[in-house]
Every structure is written in structure tokens, then in C-alpha cells.
């Protein structure tokens, strides 16, 4: 079985691997050794297919598939839990994808914290966040990701710093009035962004509520609120005018 096991994952992954091989997958290859495992008879941890293992490790852990008692079960999520939920049809969608060689050809600078280029890009707490991590630069590649899918879902101009994403207790990303979804392949990391609803009010949440808008975006709308004031009055006062100049006429 262990050799039937090491000739899959070799050509999974398309170079010789042996029972002791470090062995790590992306989703689809995690999703189709999963269902070759299962398919096989093997008794495996599924979670270990989301991390590194060795065949050994992965076939060490007896996990006997019929046995529903021996299996974990997975979180259940109730709707009392979920405070923000997407949108219907009339939602806008973002989505971004971005190449981590491209956005890092040279790798993460020794300090990133005090790097221009980088804190005109993430939060404090974001590279903190990402220096955590076992790779930072794909860390900081899905975040960049996201923050564009942001701004191509709510179609304002927004500082990127002043978009911040962290994860929840379970690490999902979260940045408040959006849900946010990232994902990673290979060089690549992918983003999804969607308007979010207060499920108590029943209510698109208001961007401006959480991210703040650039100074340039302020004066835009205040500027344009004074219009809409000046265009409600004046015609207002013209017409009260007209009214007086016509009840003088007819004295």
C-alpha cells in the first residue's frame, strides 16, 4: 500500500518522492489526493493533506473511513453566528490576482517595517502579521490581492493602508463592510471581495464607516452636497419670489 501511495504522489507531483519526502499540495492537489486516498481504501487524516507531511506520517494515523465515530467532524456553522453575509445580485464583485515573483522579485527586505515602498502599501499590524507566517512574501501577496479586489469592488478611491486585513480567531481574513476570501498556487495568489450586509438592520454597510476616505474624496462630497443644497433652494427662492412680484402686481 505505502508503495502504491508513493508512486500517486510522484506522479501528483511529477517528481520521485519516497515514504520520508516532504510533501506539500495546493487545494486542487489536496482535493484529488483526497479522493484517490479515499477511493483506495487508504486510512489517512485528511487535514494532513493541507500541510506538509511525509507518506509515512500521512499513512501512520489510523483513520478507518467506515467508521463515522472516528472521524472528526467539521465546524458547523449557524446563521446566528454569521453578522455579515453577501449581498444579493445587485452586488458588486472584486476580484484580483497577483504573481508573488512579480509583486517581490528581490524577496522581503530585512526590515520591512521601516520600508517606504512596503508601508505605502500594508498596516503595521499587516507585516506583523506576515513576519509571522512560515512565507511572508505570499502572505503579503494575498493581502495585496485582496486590498485591489476591495477597491475594484467598491469602486472608490482608498488609500491601501488605510484598508487593513487580519484574521479572525480561526484565521480568516476579515477587514470590516467586506467579506474576503484568499487563496494561493504556486507563484500566485488570488482574492474575492464582496459588499457585506448588517444582518441586524438589514443594511449595505457603508464603506466610509470603516475605511477612511482620502482628503481629495471628502471635499469631493462635501462640495457635492452643497450643490445638491444650492440647486433644492434656488430654484426655491426664485419661485417664492415670483410669487411675491406677482401677488404686488395684482394689488
Known sequence: MKNLAINYFSKL????????????????????????????????NDQRLSAGF???????????????????????????DIQMVALGA?????????????????????????????LAIYTLKELSYAQSKPNPVQTLTGLFAAK???????????????????????????????????????DYAVAI???????????EVRVEEYL?????IKEERKSSKMRKVFDFFIPMLVLILVMIEIARLLK
Open 90 to 118: 445587485s452586488a458588486s464583485i472584486g476580484v484580483d490576482i497577483q504573481s508573488i515573483s512579480e509583486l517581490f522579485p528581490e524577496g522581503l527586505s530585512d526590515d520591512p517595517k521601516s520600508d517606504p515602498e512596503l
Open 148 to 186: 485591489e479586489a476591495i477597491l475594484k469592488c467598491a469602486q472608490k478611491e482608498i488609500n491601501l493602508t488605510n484598508i487593513e486585513i487580519l484574521p479572525d480567531p480561526i484565521g480568516r481574513p476579515t477587514v470590516n463592510g467586506f467579506l474576503v476570501s484568499i487563496s494561493h498556487s504556486s
Open 13 to 44: 507531483l511529477n517528481s520521485t518522492v519516497d515514504e520520508n519526502t516532504v510533501i506539500r499540495l495546493s487545494s486542487g492537489q489536496s482535493a484529488r489526493a483526497f479522493a484517490w486516498l479515499k477511493a483506495n481504501k487508504f486510512s489517512f
Open 54 to 80: 511525509s507518506i509515512n506520517d500521512l499513512l501512520g494515523i489510523t483513520w478507518d473511513l467506515k467508521s463515522p465515530s472516528s472521524i472528526q467532524p467539521k465546524q458547523e456553522i449557524h446563521s446566528a
Open 193 to 203: 471581495a464582496m459588499p457585506a450586509i448588517d444582518m441586524e438592520n438589514k443594511n
Open 212 to 216: 477612511p476616505l482620502s482628503n481629495e
